[in-house]
């Protein structure tokens, strides 16, 4: 009984250790010589010093009211001292699954103040953002495309005040989105214009991703 | 596999000790009375008031909250001051009780009401968890299965959640009954129309099937929802058909209600609850004439053949009825600069942003205005 509960547990620790493998997870130190991230979806250049995330198979798990699902995106994220004190993301994400929590998507024709609506519905249905409030919705324009930038303040569940910044946009190739999350006092302020250099720098990519 | 007779055998240790008959409470005078057990059920739930009240949660209404108040002190006279009604800030279809006495209803719920005697049964069903002090009897049982309890904390879920999790998303079936028939017994007391009682939980059972809701409800899920209407119509029958709705009180006290929640359903893209809600010209003329502004921006959300000319048709009446509801303009404006009417899209617009010089999308609709105008002159 005992071998066979430990072969057991072997076959298991083996799956998990493939399993693992299938998802290479990458964190790098920001170089001088990979400070530009190019990807099929866009280019945008990193802050050196700061440690990025790149996932080869990008993927979001997301909650909704009717369970989890997963989406897949082309993303890249950065941190300079750990994601809970400062997160830089920028994603595109497949038109259809530009607002993942509240299952729509962004299509051709829809306005930049319509896309900025539902991408505030998007994170008020995130389950651990709590008292989100609205600072600033305004036009923005992204790369030439028409977007929005959207600044909301909101807690986390042990009741830290955080600020995220967004910039968004769509296009047919998909549905952008260029983000700074960072506790309101000390952070927020101090990355804000770090983030705003990339914005500055960010392109679309040449071939669809 | 002898772990399980093991965790078996302790439960059934820990559970040896069965729980003493609760007497539940019957005025305000019996508060100073409870056990100390009941005081640290009291403690916990002060703490979670006061985490709501430094929260942005609480809907901030005095006159509303008053109203409902006072609809819970006709039901409950002797505990008036101990039961605390408030208003939850949230679209969701659920009403909780706490062990101290504090009921929140959320503001969905609220507004999905017809009249006061649906309130009635409301409250009177969440305050009796209160009386016969249904957090402590839930939390003994909870005791009495320490196995789970034992098991549930390694998971990571402490014991105080299971006591906020049946607070909120409901007590045991023998708890929630008991509820029901002293919640109805306090109705008929109270003078409310007995029948009301079964409306409201098929009216807000009939929501939840057409939205498909997975989300915390008052009713709980499907088969007890059932159960409990048949036991409300068993409860009905008995009773003369005679008491008061209160409907005009409850359609002027709700007003503000209704329409903040419809804003906040559509800042939440809960568009389906709001077309459910509005599309039904009888409870359409419920609302503020801004109501149907809400009814033309939930169209359009959904997007549906047709729903294009049914949001105009509802923005042209929003228009009518509230002529200074400045988001009627922006709206209609909006849906003529995609059918590229530049000219009526752009006096709609003008029109929007001098009714709201200072709205805080402002500087989106001043850059569709000033494209319609280049797209004007060329």
Redesign the interface.
Known sequence: ?RNQIMRCASLLAVVAVAMAGCVPVVWQRVEANNRIEQNRAFTVELPEGWMRYAPVNGSLNVST??GEHVVKVTRVMITRDGPNLQRINVMRLDSKDA?PR?E?GYSD?M???EA???Y???I??TSTL??L??LK???YSIAGKQGFEVHVKYKTEKGLAYERLTYGFGDAGGFYLLSLDAPSVYFFPLHREAFNRMVTSFRLGTTKA | MKTAPLILGLALALSGCASAPVAPLSSTADVGTISPAEKRLWTEAMEFDDAMARSDRLYDDPAATQYVQSVMDRLYPELRGTVRVRIVKSPHLNAFALPNGSIYIHLGLLARLENEAQLATVLGHEAAHFTHKHGLRQRETVKSASAFATVTSVIGIPLIDVLATSSIYGYSRDLEREADQIGFERLVKAGYAPSESVKSFELLAAESKALDLKEPFFFSTHPRMQERIETYQELVAKQPATGRTGRIEFLAATRGVRLANLETDLSMDRYKSIILALEDHSRLAEYPPEASYYLGEALRKRGAQGDESQAEKAYRDAIGKAPSFAPSYRALGMLYMKRRDGTRAQNLLGKYLQLAPNAPDRDYVLQYYAELKREGKR
């Open positions: 009984m009211n009717k607002f509240i729509r024709g306005l930049p103040s900025a609506e539902l505030i519905a998007d008020k249905a709590e008292n409030t609205v919705n305004a036009p």
